[in-house]
């Protein structure tokens, strides 16, 4: 009886520190404030970065060479893909660092993300500090993850404010640079090659009129759902990402993105195969580059599921590749007609049923498993 007396005693107090603990935590401290500070995520992910950080001389000596690389791709590019209409063109080359590419999509991040901070304002706490900066650490660790990772990078400025012209190509030359040196690449074929891959992606844009706009909306209807006022029981799922509205525009956003991926994956290794003399060469480099993860980098592409979306974009391309193969070209291209024409998660792994659905002629004997 004794022993159990002085557990329920224990009980009591340690419940009764536990709840002086939490409403501590809790207790409004006057003001609000935002789950995210975009400061403190730039120097926790630039603390991170791996460097060298390239001089302006370097950088834009980098800039000109990828440029006039470009000049010599888009001809025969265009002749693959397609025109671009009348006064579209494509935008220039630049060359960033690590430092540089951070910046970079921290303003695209921003751009998407604030409206829903700002909606989201919190009121001041022990506990929403301790949250605030659990994100914080999160999305800079990140950051610094993918920055001394990515090798290219098109913006096409969703979400910005009109007018236009702040699209742009990139090439990350830090990354580049290591890789190459890693790997023994050719250095000319090696940023042609990925000159393709971000050009492409300037062209589904500029020439399909209807795709910024539809990728805007989308984003706009995510973000809507989350920032209008309602029931705190659907704002929360909002936040979440649980609605079923959500879940449709999410599902569409992945399959386009899929597509646009996988696209330029299947230009950039049909022309490449033709026009740069070390293709065979590169394509077995990047096979094992994104093989040849260690076991921390698979756990974080697993944890962030980075492994998943990169699944996503391999069904884009066996997708884009079965068409072409099957069909050619002008077929693979009636994906861009419009948000229609887009092939559904599902019809990214039967090819048939997208062939068949938007009516681009008998449906063939054997089309390529698209896995």
Not at 75 to 83: R, S
Not at 101 to 128: C, F, H, K, Q, T
Not at 266 to 277: A, E, I, R, T, Y
């Amino acid at each position: 009886m004794r022993r159990t007396v002085g557990r329920s005693a224990l009980y009591g107090v340690l419940f009764g520190l536990a709840t002086a603990a939490v409403a501590e935590a809790v207790r409004p401290r006057g003001g609000t404030t935002l789950l995210v500070d975009w400061d403190e995520v730039r120097r926790t992910a630039r603390a991170r970065l791996d460097r060298p950080h390239l001089d302006a001389g370097k950088l834009a000596g980098a800039a000109l060479d990828y440029r006039s690389l470009a000049e010599k791709l888009e001809k025969p590019l265009l002749n693959f893909v397609g025109p671009l209409p009348k006064g579209a063109s494509l935008p220039g080359f630049d060359a960033l660092d690590r430092e540089g590419w951070l910046d970079l999509n921290l303003g695209i991040l921003r751009r998407a993300v604030d409206p829903v901070l700002e909606s989201g304002r919190m009121p001041n706490s022990l506990i929403v500090e301790v949250g605030r900066a659990g994100v914080n650490r999160y999305v800079g660790y990140m950051l610094a993850f993918l920055g001394s990772r990515v090798l290219g990078q098109y913006d096409p400025q969703l979400m910005s404010a009109e007018p236009m012209g702040g699209e742009g190509l990139y090439l990350v030359e830090t990354n580049v640079e290591d890789w190459r040196q890693h790997a023994n690449l050719p250095d000319k074929d090696l940023r042609r090659w990925l000159i393709l891959h971000e050009m492409t992606h300037a062209w589904q844009f500029a020439a399909h009129q209807w795709l910024r706009p539809h990728m805007e909306e989308s984003m706009r209807v995510l973000i809507e759902s989350v920032t209008r006022k309602g029931a705190t029981v659907a704002r929360f799922a909002a936040f979440a990402g649980v609605l079923p509205a959500q879940w449709r525009i999410m599902r569409q956003v992945q399959g386009t993105m899929s597509v646009i991926e996988g696209y330029s994956n299947l230009v950039m290794n049909q022309l490449g195969s033709k026009l740069l003399p070390g293709f065979d060469e590169l394509e077995r480099a990047y096979r094992e580059r994104s093989s040849g993860k260690s076991a921390l980098e698979v756990l974080i592409w697993k944890l962030t599921g980075l492994d998943l979306k990169l699944q996503q974009y391999q069904r884009g391309e066996a997708f884009c590749k079965a068409v072409y193969d099957q069909h050619g070209m002008a077929v693979l291209n009636r994906v861009w007609d419009g948000p229609q024409s887009m092939p559904t998660l599902r019809e990214l792994g039967n090819p048939i049923a997208w062939h068949r659905r938007v009516g681009a002629g008998p449906a063939p004997r054997r089309v390529e498993s698209a896995r």
